[in-house]
């Protein structure tokens, strides 16, 4: 016979399970107010798009991880998905622009320091600059064919 308290146990206990699946990946951050938007020159056709995944990923704070650890930023990217971005901000002049260089070997040695960084350490113009590389699925005339990494989360976007 179930006692009592394994009755109520056996009735909760599914109910906080099913719960916890609406209420998406919890992310370590600041509790302080979120940060300010990036000065990255996104697209027009872009800019709610990002804002709506940076505040329902991270609450719009850029150095946010989430308990796990694997999902880093204010768009919760894996530091696989950030890295492999680099290629593609060197290539589409992302790097250059930041640096304020056109040397390509410099592109490339930042580009480099960057993998060898945790993402979430990032300034903001560059996780954007991933976040769009990514987004647009590394063609410039493909927009928005990488949206599939930010498909699912607490909200739609």
């Known amino acids: 016979m179930f006692k009592r308290r394994d009755m109520q146990a056996a ?28 000065t990255y020159p996104l697209p027009k056709y872009y800019q709610a798009y990002e804002e709506c995944v940076r505040l329902r990923e991270s609450n719009g704070h850029w150095t946010s991880r989430n308990p796990s650890r694997k999902y880093l930023g204010a768009y919760q990217m894996t530091q696989e998905l950030a890295n492999g971005a680099t290629y593609w901000m060197v ?9 304020g260089t056109g040397n390509l070997k410099e592109q490339r040695e930042f580009a480099e320091m960057l993998r060898s960084s945790s993402v979430h350490t990032w300034d903001p113009w560059l996780q954007t ?15 928005w064919s990488g949206k599939f990494h930010w498909a699912g989360g607490r909200w739609s976007c």
Do not use: N
């Open 11 to 38: 009735i909760i206990l599914p109910l906080i399970l099913a719960g916890s699946v609406f209420m998406g990946t919890p992310v370590e951050a600041s509790h302080e107010e979120p940060a300010k938007a990036s």
């Open 91 to 99: 290539k589409r002049g992302d790097i250059a622009r930041y640096l």
């Open 129 to 143: 600059a991933a976040f769009r590389r990514t987004l647009d699925g590394h063609a410039k005339d493909q927009p």
